[in-house]
């Protein structure tokens, strides 16, 4: 009879063992899982990876018409796209002057955009787009403009800023 009681123990406890190792190994899955839908699968965190790789090799050549200017002068800019790569311009805020001042700092802000900053002008690979664009007050110096760029977004998107170039260095005379 004790071996009888004894054999049941023996089972019992091996069922038990049974069930607490799949219950260890299901919780264990579980986990994985949600751990590789935080980490792996998260679209928002593959798509900002993706744009840094995509705009690693994204070159352009802003190049002003002149090297001088005077106030209220019209400033023509001439942006090479040297990629393979579409590169996009803002609706909103499509450049900035920057000042030369020991290092260079943003010296002229746009009011509030009223609008919603879309994409309205892009430049195709190994293609040419050109702007005019009038002076704004600023004081005399050296200046260039700092120009964000949308890679292989389209026209009517939002505008993401994913790269800046910069203009060569031109005067401003008083």
Same mark, same amino acid.
């Given at each position: 009879?004790d071996?009888? &009681?004894?054999?049941?123990? /023996? ?7 049974v069930?607490? =190792? ?7 899955? =579980? *986990?994985?899982?949600?751990?590789s839908?935080?980490? #792996?699968?998260?679209?928002?965190? %593959? ?6 790789v *995509? /705009?690693? %090799? ?13 106030p209220?002068?019209?400033? &023509?800019? $001439? ?8 590169? !996009? =311009?803002?609706?909103?805020?499509? @450049? @900035? ?7 260079? $700092?943003?010296? =002229?802000? @746009? /009011? ?10 892009? *430049? ?17 110096g050296?200046?260039?403009?700092m120009?964000?760029?949308c890679? %292989? !977004?389209? #026209?009517n998107?939002?505008? $993401? $800023? ?10 401003? &005379?008083?």
């Amino acid at each position: 009879m004790d071996k009888q &009681k004894e054999k049941k123990q /023996t089972e019992r406890k091996r069922k038990d063992d049974v069930i607490f =190792f799949a219950g260890a190994v299901a919780t264990i899955i =579980f *986990a994985s899982l949600i751990i590789s839908a935080i980490l #792996i699968a998260s679209p928002e965190r %593959n798509k900002s990876l993706e744009r840094s790789v *995509a /705009t690693a %090799n994204i070159s352009a050549k802003i190049i002003t018409d002149r090297n001088e200017y005077k106030p209220n002068d019209l400033l &023509k800019v $001439k942006i090479e796209n040297a990629s393979d790569k579409k590169i !996009c =311009f803002s609706s909103c805020y499509p @450049y @900035y002057f920057e000042k030369k001042n020991h290092s260079w $700092k943003l010296v =002229f802000n @746009y /009011t509030q955009c009223r609008k919603k900053d879309i994409i309205k002008k892009c *430049a195709e690979p190994e293609k040419v787009k050109a702007f005019e664009l009038s002076l704004p007050k600023i004081s005399a110096g050296v200046y260039r403009l700092m120009i964000p760029v949308c890679v %292989n !977004c389209n #026209i009517n998107e939002k505008f $993401k $800023k994913d790269k800046l170039f910069f203009s060569n260095e031109f005067l401003i &005379k008083k």
